[in-house]
């Protein structure tokens, strides 16, 4: 009989990598729902190629999940993985570095065959070469032991041998302690049609469990506990779902039809899949034959009074940006979501960068102001996605909603709110005449505007009386006309501005972290950088660092407190996952100085890299 030593750890940090066609985000998602039932905190980062079909064997092939498991409240997916799972040499050697002296690395042996080790680019095995001395490396048979647990499931050998994923997911599973219920429930459900495929992976499941448990060869075991969580209804969502759940839970909440006009483009792709399966709520999708007709059939849907949503990915704003100026100028409420990736042009479509601020806040001609959001986490795409349509509706205009890779595709355990939790919004459509002729006949006049929001109003077409000319051409104030005046076009332009720098006045007040309040620096973070910086900001203190974090969800107009506080702090950090867009701003804006901390390598910032920088910056005197 085998013994097995088990231990308890707060979190553990797990990467599962190998080729594209190893099942890897397969893995790393099975095993992040297994955790999530567990009670676990938990946090993801998928990380894959773009090419569809990567050469296999190769660096640039290799596709890898990471995920931290919790038993308090995390961020991050974590900086270094404490288990590194590589299914053949590539997956090795693109990972490796990430790790730490004494991390586990766990292989499938029989991947590195001499053509193998080669592909990856090593001149020795590294399994024997001693290069990783540092680690405690377990090598595990995985092919040769799935093929095995498979002989008499009727599956053809290389059907078995695909099954391998699941076993190493049986191993992990049983390492740290968790059941295969979950797995194997999933496992009947989705081969529920291909029987011999549900069969081969069951057995390899088993297989990795079972190795697990009687190889002396492998002994070590964790357990890391659940999180303590408010009581409610939870369920792992990414950022994608997340903003897909919160546009159809706003046009619940304002009564409106929801339009998706869009173009199939990576990352922002999934937002189209999952609203498209949601016809039950009324959505109507619209998949368009490029990104002009997708936000163009999305402002057609605006002016005919339902919540009108184009969705895309970096390159794919640029070539909506003619059409959001007419949203402008038309002053309709439009949404557009933008999952930023690597730029520019086609970049690294997979990976993850913050660098569309300046385009979504200047990238039109002429000036075209409108509201910019930007979701901190991926739960909080949720909200941001009611916020974004209660701003659009309530105040008539086009808003940019900022949205990453990161999060569209990383998860996290989210408490499913009541629907009586949600604001209500108020489509308040125009109902009758607001104006009278020269000689006192009622009128409808579409720019005259509310005297809070400076909203004009939103008269959909086919209602008698409501009649009114819409086009690019710059329109006569209060009276809808095509104008030509410059007096008028000045004036235009103004209310325009006006009414998105008057959006302020709605947003509730900035919280910001600081809670010894003594902190000399301040970190200023937008969007999806929360998690990092968090994490980061946390790591400095427990250094002895006073510091204090600030992330800000509304980029246009920037919130009316944001000048006073920052001019508290004697130094002001901005870590963005760009040259340093929002740095410059500020600086424009309040007139301050401020450091600036970029990366652009297409992975999100660790906690170490936040923490040595507010190190540096606490060191450096103003």
């Known amino acids: 009989m085998v013994v097995h030593e088990q231990s308890a ?16 985000q397969l893995t790393g998602e099975r095993f992040t729902s297994t955790s999530a039932l567990f009670g676990n905190d938990l946090a993801t980062l998928p990380d894959f190629p773009a090419e569809i079909r990567a050469p296999a064997g190769t660096l640039g092939g290799v596709s890898s999940f990471q995920i931290q498991i919790a038993s308090y409240d995390i961020t991050t997916a974590g900086d270094s993985p404490h288990v590194l799972v590589a299914m ?34 090593y001149r020795t095995n590294p399994l024997e070469d001693g290069s990783l001395d540092s680690f405690n490396v377990t090598s595990v048979p995985m092919t040769t032991l799935t093929t095995e647990a498979c002989r008499d499931a009727g599956v053809k050998p290389r059907d078995a041998e695909r099954s391998k994923n699941f076993f190493a997911l049986g191993l992990i599973l049983w390492t740290f302690s968790r059941s295969l219920e ?54 792992n969502i990414t950022g994608s779902a997340a903003l897909s759940w919160g546009f159809i839970a706003a046009a619940h909440r304002s009564g409106l039809p929801l339009f998706l006009g869009s173009y199939p483009i990576t990352p922002a792709s999934d937002i189209l899949h999952e609203l498209s399966g949601r016809k039950e709520f009324g959505v109507i999708t619209f998949q368009a034959e490029d990104e002009i007709a997708a936000v ?10 339902s919540i009108g949503l184009t969705t895309t990915s970096s390159p794919g704003l640029d070539l909506k940006s003619e059409a959001i100026g007419l949203a402008v100028s038309l002053e309709l409420p439009l949404i557009i979501v933008d999952v930023q990736r690597a730029g520019p042009s086609t970049g690294m479509p997979t ?41 659009a509706v309530t105040y008539r205009t086009p808003v940019v909603l900022l949205s990453d890779a990161a999060l569209a595709n990383a998860t996290e355990p989210w408490r499913i709110p009541e629907l009586d939790e949600l604001p209500v919004i108020d489509a308040h459509f125009a109902n009758g005449p607001n104006a009278r002729t020269d000689d006192g006949a009622p ?24 009649e009114h000319r819409v086009g690019g051409l710059e329109k006569a104030d209060e009276l809808g006309h095509v104008s030509y005046d410059g007096a008028n076009h000045e004036r235009m332009t103004e209310l325009r501005a006006a009414k998105v720098a008057g959006v302020a006045s709605s947003y509730p007040a900035l919280v910001v972290d600081d809670p010894q309040g003594d902190a000399t620096v301040l970190v200023v973070g937008w969007g999806g950088t929360y998690g990092s910086l968090a994490a980061g900001v946390a790591l400095a203190r427990q250094r002895g660092a006073h510091v204090a974090h600030l992330q800000l969800r509304y980029l246009n107009p920037l919130p009316r407190d ?29 007139l301050i100085d401020v450091a600036s901390l970029h990366k652009m390598r297409g992975a999100p910032f660790t906690s170490t890299e936040i ?9 450096e005197k103003p």
């Open 9 to 24: 750890l707060e979190n553990v940090v797990l990467r599962f990598a190998g080729d594209s066609g190893d099942g890897m």
């Open 88 to 121: 053949n040499p590539a997956g090795l050697r693109a990972n490796v570095h990430l790790l730490l002296p004494g991390a586990m690395i766990i292989v499938n042996g029989d991947s590195f065959d001499e053509r193998s080790i080669a592909k990856a680019g």
């Open 182 to 235: 979950a797995t194997l429930e999933w496992i009947e459900r989705h081969f529920a049609n291909r029987p011999t495929v549900a069969e081969a992976n069951r057995r390899a499941l088993h297989a990795g469990y079972h190795f697990g448990e009687t190889s002396e060869m492998y002994a070590p075991r964790f357990d890391v506990a659940p999180a303590p969580y408010p009581s409610g209804d939870y369920t």
């Open 296 to 305: 163009g059939a999305a402002i057609g849907a605006a002016y005919g009074g």
């Open 351 to 391: 990976k993850v960068e913050q660098a569309d601020l300046s385009h979504a806040l200047y990238g039109r001609h002429g000036e075209a102001p409108l509201p910019v959001l930007a979701a901190l986490t991926p739960s909080d795409c949720f909200s941001a996605a009611i916020e974004a349509v209660r701003i």
């Open 443 to 466: 009128a409808f006049h579409p720019f005259v505007r509310d005297a809070s929001t400076l909203a004009r109003p939103w008269a959909p077409p086919g209602v008698a009386g409501l």
């Open 562 to 590: 944001l000048g006073a506080i920052l001019a508290t702090y004697e130094r002001v950090l901005v870590p963005e996952l760009n040259l340093g867009q929002l740095a410059r701003l500020l600086r424009a804006e309040y």
């Open 611 to 619: 923490a040595d920088a507010i190190d540096a910056a606490i060191r």
